[in-house]
C-alpha cells in the first residue's frame, strides 16, 4: 500500500538533505564556540576535525546528520580550511565510517541530544494520536511531532517512518470517532444522518458552495431559516453527541469541509457507513452556525436599513414642518404689523387680519402657531408604525430563529415576552400597561409607544403600542449585537467573548505552559517589568523629540505661534513618493502573455505541484499545466468556462473538470507561496528591504465590485455606483503579496490586521507592519508589539491625533514647557491589575482557537466600561504613543512608511489590471469559497509576474554588480510591478507547443542593446 504523501520532495529536501550554502551562510554555521574548540582538540587529524565543522555546521542548519563526502561538499570544505587550516591540503580522502560517527557522537553530547529507537517512536503514536485529535490535517500533524522531537531533544526520525506514524495515528482518530458515535448516537439520529444521504435534494440544498445565501432579500432570508429549521433538531442532537466524540473545532471544521465538497455518491461509496454520518454530522454542526451568521447579519442589515429610512422620513416631515411654521410666522409678522400701520384705521384694523388670514381659519392658526409640532423623534416612530408589516414580514422570521442572550436583563425580559406573543398570536392590546417589559429602552422614548384609550368600564387608561414595541425591540437587540452586550451562542461570529476565550479554568491550571508553549517573550514578562521597560522608552523620547526641535535639527516640523509667542499648531507634512510602477525600463522587453509568464513560472518555480486533487487518496490524476494556468485566468479574470473555451486552446470539459478537482483555495495559496519562495531566493530580493530591521510589510483594502450578489457584498455608492462590492484586504512586504483575506465592505479593516500578519505562512518574516488610518484602532497597536511586530501606520492630521493620543507615566504637567506632550497619564495600576486577564485574551489570540479577526472586532467596538478592555486600551495607548513620537521625531521612519504603503498600492494596481479583463474591476465569484478563488488567482497571477520580472530584474543586478556597481544601484529601486509588456487579453495560447520564454536570451537581448534606459526610477 503507498504511503500517505504529506510534505513536496522539497520541503523532504529540506528536512533531509544538505542543505547547499553561500558564503555568509557559512560564516554562520561554520562559527565553532568555545566547546567546540576544546572538542576540536581531540582530534588529531585535519580531515577529522574538517568533518566535526561540517557536521556541526549541517546540524545547526537542519537539526539533522549526514553521511557526506568531502570532494560532493569541496566549497564548504575550502571554506572551512581556509578559515581554520589554511596550511592544511584538502583531503584526499573520506575519513572512517568509526570517527564520523565518533565526531556526531561528541556533537549530540554537546547539543545534549539523543536517537530516536523503539521506545521513542511508541512516544511519537501516542503524541500522533493526540495532536490528530487536535487537527487531522497530515501536514499539520507531521509539523507537530517534528516540533515534539526538537523539544525532547531527539533527531527526527526518517521521512518514511513519519509517514506511517501520521497514517496510522489519522486511521487510529478516525477510527475511534466512527466507532464512538456508532456507540453513542441514538438509532434516530443515525436514522435522520442516514436520511440526508438518501434525499438528493435535501442534502444540496445544505450545500454551502451551492446554496449559499445571497443577499438581504426576503426570499433569500425565508430561504436561509428554511434550512436552519431543516437541520435544527439534528444539530441540537450534535451539540450532546459531539463533546462525547471528543472532536476538536478544527477538525469538526475539516470533516464538514470534505462533506461540502464530496458528491452524493462519494459519500455513499464510503466503506464505513459510519464515517459517512460523521462527516455529515460535523457538516450540519458547522452548517447551522455559518447560517446563524448570515441570519443575525441579515436582522441588522434589515433594522439598519429600516432607521437609515426612518431618518429620511423624519427629515422629510421636519422639513415640510418647518416650511410651514416658517409661513405661519410670516403671517404672524404681516398681522402684528397692522398695529402699527398708521395708515390702517383702527375700525379696519379686523378687516386687513383677515384679509392675511381668512377668519374660517383663523383659530386653527393660532393653535398651529402656538404648538408647532417640532418633535423630530415622533415622525420616526411614525415611520415605524406605517412600516409595521414590513417589519413583520421581514424580521419577525429572524428574530423567532435565533436564540439572543444579552447581558441586559431587562432587555431579555424584553426578548422573552416579544417570542412568547408571537408564538401565542395574542393581540397587544389585551395586556395591561403593567405587563409588558419596558426598562430596556430610553425612558425619552416612552411617549411615542404609548397612547391612551378607554377600557371596558370607561375609564381611560395607559396602553403601548405593539407594532413600535417590537420594532424598539429589535432596535434595541441590533444596538447590542453592535456593541457586545447581545450574542448568538449557535453561530461563528456573533458569540459572546468569553466563548472565543481559552476556558477559564484551563487557564487558571495552565497558563505557565500556555505562555511557555507561546514563545512570546513579552507575554512572559512580568508585567511591573514590562511598563518599567516602556516608561524609560517613552521618558527618554519625549526628551529626544522635543529636544531636536527645539535645537532646530527637526526640519521637518512647522510651527505657528501667535504675537506673545505662544505655541498656536505645529504640524507635519509629508511628501507622497512614487510607486514606481509600470516603470520605461519595462517598455524594453519583448511583449509576453500571461500564459507564457505563467508557464515560465511554472517550469521555474514548479508550483503547479501544489495543486493536489480533492479526493488525495483516491486518485492519481495529476493536473496538467495548460489546463490549470487556463483555469486560474479564467477564475482571476472574471471569464466563464463557456467563454473561456472559445479564446483559449483548452476544451471546455478539461476547464471544468480542473476547475472541480484541482482549483480550490488551499492549492492557490499554496501555489502562491511557492512562487514567493523562489521570488525571496533571487539575489535582488533583500535589496529591496527598506529598513536595517528587517522586513517591512504594508496593508490595505482594495474595493471590488461582485458580478453576482453574495452575502459579503454590500452597497457603496462611492466605489461601485449602483453594484455591491467587496474588500480584498491585502498583505504586501518587498513588493511580494504575502496574503490576503475578502472581506466585507461594510467590515472594517483594522479588524484584520493581526489575523491577515498571522496568516503569512510563507518563509519571508516581517519585522513591521505599515497600514493608512483604517488600520488603527482600540487595540491593534498592543497587540501587534506583544506579537512581536512593529504597528507602523501613517497619520493623518498628526497633530490632532498626537494632542488627543499622547500620554506618559509622570505627571502631564511635567510637560507643558514641550510642544510634544501628552495629554492624559497611564493608569498604570488598571493595566497590572487586569494583566491576567490581558494575558488570557492575547494567549487565546495566539493559540487561533477562533479567528483572530473575531476577537478584535469584540474588542475594538465594544462599550469601554469593561476593566479588562481599558486596561488593553491603555496599554495600546503606550504602544501608539511610543510609535508616535518615532514618527514625529524621524523623517526616515515616515518615508520607509510611504514606501511600504506605495508598494501595496501598486500591487493594488496590478490586480486591478488583471481582474480588468472581462471588463470593469469585478469578480465572479458566486459565493464566498468562489470569492476567495477569485482573490486567490489574482494574487497567484501577481506573484507570477513579479517573480517573472524580479527574474529579470536580479540577473542584471547580478551582472552589473561586478561591471558597474552605480548602475546595480539603479536597478535595485527599479520596481518588480510592472505589467505593459505582458498581455492579459485577446486569444489565450496555453498550449504553445512547449516553447517557454528563455529568460537567459532576453537577459542577453537587454544586455547587448546599445544602452539600457534605468531612467525615471522607482523607490
Not at 302 to 317: F, I
Not at 557 to 577: F, H, M, Q, R, V
Not at 609 to 622: A, D, E, Q, W
Request: charged share 25%.
Amino acid at each position: 500500500m503507498a504511503r500517505l504523501s504529506i510534505l513536496t520532495q522539497e520541503e523532504i529536501d529540506s528536512l533531509y538533505s544538505i542543505p547547499h550554502l553561500d558564503d555568509d551562510e557559512r560564516s554562520f554555521l561554520f562559527t565553532l564556540d568555545d566547546e567546540d574548540r576544546l572538542n576540536l582538540n581531540t582530534l588529531k587529524t585535519v580531515p577529522r576535525k574538517i568533518n566535526y565543522i561540517l557536521q556541526r555546521g549541517y546540524y545547526q542548519a537542519t537539526n539533522y546528520f549526514f553521511r557526506f563526502s568531502f570532494q560532493k561538499y569541496k566549497t564548504d570544505v575550502e571554506f572551512i580550511l581556509k578559515t581554520y587550516f589554511p596550511d592544511a591540503p584538502f583531503p584526499k580522502k573520506q575519513i572512517s565510517k568509526n570517527y564520523h560517527y565518533k565526531n556526531r557522537a561528541l556533537l549530540m553530547k554537546k547539543y545534549g541530544l539523543a536517537d530516536s529507537n523503539n521506545e521513542f517512536e511508541k512516544r511519537l503514536i501516542k503524541e500522533a494520536r493526540s495532536i490528530a485529535k487536535r487537527h487531522v490535517l497530515p501536514k499539520f500533524v507531521l509539523q507537530e511531532l517534528l516540533s515534539f522531537c526538537l523539544q525532547q531533544n531527539v533527531l527526527r526520525p526518517s521521512y518514511s517512518t513519519l509517514q506511517e506514524l501520521v497514517s496510522s495515528a489519522l486511521n487510529d482518530e478516525r477510527d475511534r470517532l466512527i466507532n464512538k458515535l456508532y456507540r453513542d448516537a441514538s438509532k434516530g439520529l443515525r436514522d435522520q444522518l442516514d436520511n440526508l444521504l438518501e434525499n438528493d435534494e435535501l442534502f444540496y440544498n445544505l450545500t454551502l458552495i451551492k446554496k449559499d445565501q445571497k443577499n438581504f432579500s426576503t426570499t433569500e432570508i425565508l430561504k436561509s431559516v428554511a434550512k436552519q429549521e431543516m437541520i435544527r433538531e439534528i444539530y441540537d442532537k450534535s451539540q450532546k453527541l459531539i463533546p462525547k466524540l471528543g472532536i476538536s473545532e478544527q477538525n469538526i471544521i475539516y470533516y464538514a469541509n470534505l462533506a461540502e465538497f464530496y458528491t452524493i455518491q462519494k459519500l455513499k461509496q464510503l466503506n464505513n457507513k459510519n464515517q459517512a454520518r460523521l462527516l455529515i454530522l460535523c457538516y450540519v454542526y458547522h452548517r447551522l452556525l455559518k447560517i446563524n451568521d448570515h441570519l443575525v447579519t441579515s436582522i441588522t442589515q434589515k433594522v439598519n436599513k429600516y432607521t437609515d429610512n426612518g431618518n429620511e422620513y423624519q427629515k422629510s416631515k421636519v422639513d415640510i414642518v418647518e416650511l410651514v411654521d416658517k409661513e405661519l410666522r410670516n403671517k404672524a409678522c404681516k398681522v402684528l404689523a397692522i398695529n402699527i400701520n398708521q395708515s390702517i384705521t383702527d375700525e379696519h384694523i379686523r378687516e386687513k387680519a383677515f384679509y392675511i388670514i381668512p377668519e374660517m381659519e383663523y383659530k386653527k392658526f393660532l393653535t398651529d402657531f402656538k404648538k408647532p409640532n417640532f418633535s423630530r423623534e415622533s415622525y420616526r416612530w411614525e415611520y415605524y408604525k406605517n412600516i409595521a408589516l414590513s417589519v413583520k414580514r421581514n424580521i419577525r422570521p429572524l428574530f423567532k430563529a435565533l436564540n439572543f442572550t444579552t447581558e441586559v436583563d431587562k432587555l431579555n425580559d424584553a426578548a422573552k415576552f416579544l417570542k412568547q406573543h408571537i408564538e401565542n398570536s395574542q393581540s397587544f392590546r389585551s395586556y395591561d400597561y403593567d405587563e409588558i417589559p419596558l426598562g430596556f429602552f430610553p425612558k425619552s422614548t416612552l411617549k411615542f409607544l404609548t397612547y391612551k384609550t378607554k377600557d371596558s368600564n370607561d375609564k381611560t387608561v395607559k396602553k403601548i403600542d405593539g407594532d413600535c414595541y417590537e420594532f424598539m425591540v429589535y432596535l434595541q437587540l441590533t444596538k447590542g449585537i453592535s456593541d457586545g452586550t447581545v450574542f448568538i451562542k449557535d453561530s461563528i461570529s456573533f458569540r459572546a467573548l468569553e466563548d472565543e476565550l481559552i476556558d477559564i479554568e484551563y487557564w487558571s491550571k495552565n497558563k505557565k505552559k500556555i505562555l511557555k508553549q507561546l514563545n512570546l517573550p513579552l507575554l512572559s514578562m512580568e508585567i511591573t517589568d514590562l511598563l518599567s521597560f516602556l516608561q524609560e522608552n517613552l521618558d527618554k523620547k519625549y526628551g529626544e523629540v522635543n529636544k531636536r526641535i527645539d535645537n532646530g535639527e527637526n526640519t521637518s516640523i512647522k510651527i505657528k505661534y501667535n504675537k506673545k509667542g505662544e505655541l498656536i499648531k505645529w504640524t507635519l507634512p509629508y511628501t507622497a513618493s512614487d510607486n514606481g510602477v509600470n516603470n520605461p525600463f519595462f517598455e524594453q522587453l519583448p511583449v509576453t502573455s500571461i500564459g507564457n509568464v505563467l508557464r515560465f513560472s511554472s517550469e521555474s518555480t514548479h508550483f503547479l505541484k501544489k495543486f493536489s486533487h480533492i479526493l488525495p487518496r483516491n486518485s492519481k490524476t495529476k493536473p496538467s499545466t495548460e489546463v490549470i494556468n487556463a483555469c486560474i485566468v479564467a477564475n482571476a479574470t472574471g471569464i466563464e468556462t463557456k467563454k473561456m473555451k472559445d479564446i483559449c486552446d483548452v476544451g471546455e470539459q478539461d476547464l471544468d473538470n480542473a476547475n472541480k478537482n484541482f482549483i480550490r483555495y488551499s492549492n492557490l495559496w499554496s501555489g502562491s507561496e511557492t512562487i514567493m519562495e523562489h521570488t525571496a531566493k533571487l539575489s535582488i530580493f533583500d535589496e529591496y528591504n527598506l529598513s536595517d530591521y528587517g522586513i517591512h510589510a504594508s496593508v490595505d483594502g482594495q474595493k471590488f465590485a461582485t458580478k453576482y450578489n453574495t452575502i459579503k457584498s454590500r452597497h457603496s455608492k462611492k466605489y461601485f455606483g449602483m453594484l455591491k462590492g467587496v474588500v480584498l484586504f491585502s498583505l504586501n512586504a518587498n513588493h511580494l503579496p504575502l496574503c490576503l483575506k475578502v472581506i466585507g465592505a461594510n467590515e472594517h479593516e483594522s479588524h484584520y490586521l493581526l489575523d491577515i500578519v498571522e496568516s503569512n505562512t510563507s518563509d519571508i518574516e516581517i519585522k513591521a507592519v505599515s497600514g493608512d488610518m483604517h488600520s488603527i484602532n482600540r487595540v491593534n497597536f498592543a497587540l501587534m508589539n506583544m506579537f512581536g511586530y512593529r504597528f507602523m501606520p501613517r497619520f493623518t492630521h498628526l497633530s490632532d491625533k498626537a494632542d488627543n493620543n499622547l500620554v506618559s507615566f509622570d505627571n502631564i504637567s511635567e510637560h507643558n514647557k514641550h510642544i510634544i506632550k501628552p495629554s492624559k497619564k497611564v493608569n498604570k495600576s488598571l493595566i497590572i491589575k487586569e494583566w491576567d486577564n490581558i494575558l488570557r485574551i492575547l494567549a487565546s489570540l495566539a493559540l487561533k482557537k477562533t479567528t483572530q479577526s473575531q476577537i478584535v472586532r469584540k474588542l475594538s467596538s465594544y462599550k469601554k466600561t469593561n476593566p479588562t478592555l481599558k486596561a488593553l486600551i491603555a496599554l495600546d495607548e503606550i504602544f501608539m504613543t511610543d510609535y508616535m513620537l518615532d514618527y514625529i521625531n524621524s523623517s526616515e521612519v515616515r518615508s520607509v512608511v510611504q514606501k511600504s504603503l506605495c508598494r501595496g498600492e501598486s500591487y493594488h494596481q496590478l490586480s486591478s489590471t488583471i481582474a480588468k479583463v472581462s471588463g470593469g474591476r469585478m469578480i465572479s465569484g458566486k459565493n464566498e469559497i468562489e470569492l476567495d478563488i477569485n482573490a486567490e488567482s489574482i494574487r497567484l497571477i501577481a506573484n507570477a509576474v513579479i517573480y517573472y520580472n524580479a527574474t529579470i530584474l536580479s540577473s542584471l543586478y547580478d551582472h552589473f554588480l561586478k561591471v558597474d556597481p552605480d548602475k546595480a544601484k539603479e536597478i535595485i529601486r527599479l520596481s518588480p510591478v510592472a505589467w505593459q509588456h505582458i498581455s492579459f487579453i485577446g486569444n489565450y495560447e496555453f498550449y504553445n507547443g512547449g516553447k517557454s520564454i528563455n529568460i537567459q536570451e532576453v537577459i542577453d537581448k537587454l544586455l547587448a542593446s546599445s544602452e539600457i534606459d534605468f531612467s525615471s526610477v522607482s523607490q
